[in-house]
Nanobody, 117 residues
Framework: QVQLVESGGGLVQPGDSLRLSCAASGFTFDHYNIFWFRQAPGKEREGVSCISSSGVGRYYQDSVKGRFTISRDNAKDTVYLQMNSLKPEDTAVYYC??????????WGQGTQVTVSS
């Protein structure tokens, strides 16, 4: 059974940090590029960051550059999103997405991140 399970969300204050995890199972994880998306209330889902299957290539949305760091551990089938200096505008449900050119895409169920004083 294919699963992507996000964890690590929560309620934090501005300036705090969180580390999100995305644990995969049921597919060949190290073939997949992994994306983090987020969706705030009333807004469309947007891409935040992605990491290539090898972990070499990384991309960040401009609004999170210098604050967020994506990484992966292919031995643990897990991707991480370290989020520092969180802002209220980072409040959203964060989703993990696995993409592979020659196979299906997979989504997790999301984890809520709320940044509020």
């Amino acid at each position: 059974q294919v699963q992507l399970v996000e964890s690590g969300g929560g309620l934090v204050q501005p300036g705090d940090s969180l580390r999100l995890s995305c644990a995969a199972s049921g597919f060949t994880f190290d073939h997949y590029n992994i994306f983090w998306f987020r969706q705030a209330p009333g807004k469309e889902r947007e891409g935040v960051s992605c990491i290539s299957s090898s972990g070499v290539g990384r991309y960040y949305q401009d609004s999170v550059k210098g604050r967020f760091t994506i990484s992966r551990d292919n031995a643990k089938d897990t991707v991480y999103l370290q989020m520092n200096s969180l802002k209220p505008e980072d409040t959203a449900v964060y989703y993990c997405n696995a993409k592979y050119a020659f196979g299906p895409n997979y989504w997790g169920q999301g984890t809520q991140v709320t940044v509020s004083s």
